[in-house]
């Protein structure tokens, strides 16, 4: 009688464990949403335990896609030309390793074009080595910590364009919170001179392929393929970095603003390398072209002295204007205390 | 002996994190994939009862919440809840019996993905409960379901061997 009563006691006691905390991790929920608290030393510490796993299988995965895109591409070769394809079959299943090697070769080298080019930042390449299964949030796992100068806060991006940004890194892998993430938001400008409209790109939790221009002035001269490019306000994103473009435009409800659906350089699908931007500077001016002193060329000198006046003139006020607009964003940042954070 | 049970099994949930987010994403639809620890929860609970549902669950929802920089907690609550809910059908179907665990497969990432929305619905997101169905929902079901077998035997010979070697 009273072992049967233990048990049950047991029992209850477990049931009880189980209710406690089922409702202590649904407060945690809605604690960490509100708060953004972060526990980095648990989590960097799992992050350590299970990249060398991470690397393993996407290295092997790597493979496997390398594979499966060359048997497509056998496939069609197959409709033209039966013994080409056997031939090519053939060739395939003895350089799938050279081919494997080629395709990096080719990604690494835009990547590293990019690199030498973009001389205002001082970068690391990374790889992809987790993603998570379901799209409710963007975050992918590359293979650089804090060994390798990688650090919070730090923008990640392509050849092509705007990746991310860091936000946790561990000590061998790091965590990227990608632009199509519902919690990310990223200051931009349109880029095309005569418009330069400030919004920012937040990511859409029901559409997790294409990111949203939004808080943009209805009468603003914003276009459909107009190019975005990050504003460099709010210290995470530096300036002039490439976003996407917008698809499509649409009026918000409320009837002040709309906002645009836009399309991203990278192919977040196909994202295998990226690069952290570990330092970043302005970009240097280009070299002055060298004056050739005589008399003749003296007036015409005054003059392009005259010309480069103005323009420095009328680039100080397009500054300040910069200057100002980012100021009103702060402002209305500030009063959607309950919102994220724009970078 | 437990000591060594329970390193099979922390070393098995770790391989098939590792291969859920880093390998399985390679044949993904959309961004979505299959999701191991799901199926691992169901399978586990089928086989050992609610409340190793529920432990299962709850080791699986921290590994992928802490690692993937998710929503915290989602993982975790929807997971137990799962672990919790088909635990107790553990004592009425045969654990050899492979069709039931398949069938439920669907019914699992559908409670996984109601659970998760309403979380975020409730959090603050405005979610187009139609329009994530059709782009989440239904390819999560299918690979779900084209995983469950495998995963489900793997859980049952797995347990016979840690139990035949622990």
Known sequence: MSRSRKEKNQSQNKTAAIIFILAFVLCSIFIVAKTNVQVPAAGKTMMFFLSPFQKTFSWFGGGVSELSGSVEEMQNLQSENETLREEVKKLRAENLNASEALSENQRLRALLGYKQNATQFDMVAASIVGRESVTWSSVVTINRGLLDGVADNMAVVTELGLVGHIVEAGLNTSKVQLILDPRSSVGTLIQRPESRVAGIVEGDINNPNAPKMVNIPKDADVKEDDMIVTSGFGGVYPKGIVVGKIKEIHNDEGGLLKHGIVATTVNFEKLEDVAVIIESREAPPDPLPPVIQSEANTEVDAAELAKQMELSKQVQQEVRDRVKQAQIQQLEQAKQSGGGTAN | ?166
């Open chain 2, 1 to 166: 002996m437990k000591l060594n049970i329970i390193l099979s099994w922390a070393i098995l949930i770790i391989l098939m994190y590792a291969a859920q987010t880093s390998l399985l994403p390679y044949i993904g639809y959309n961004g979505v994939s299959v999701n191991l620890m799901l199926l691992l929860t169901v399978s586990t609970a089928f086989v050992h009862g609610y409340k190793h549902g529920v432990l299962m669950g709850l080791v699986t929802g921290i590994l992928q919440d802490f690692t993937t920089g998710s929503y915290f907690g989602c993982s975790i609550f929807s997971y137990m809840i799962i672990g919790l809910f088909f635990g107790k059908f553990s004592d009425r179907i045969f654990k050899e019996q492979l069709l039931f665990p398949v069938l439920s497969a669907p019914l699992a990432a559908t409670m996984y993905f109601f659970i998760v929305t309403s979380l975020l619905f409730l959090i603050g997101y405005k979610i187009d409960f139609l329009h994530m169905i059709q782009t989440i929902l239904q390819p999560l079901i299918i690979y779900q379901v084209a995983f469950s077998w495998l995963i489900h035997k793997l859980v049952y010979d797995f347990d016979k061997f840690a139990k035949r070697h622990g």
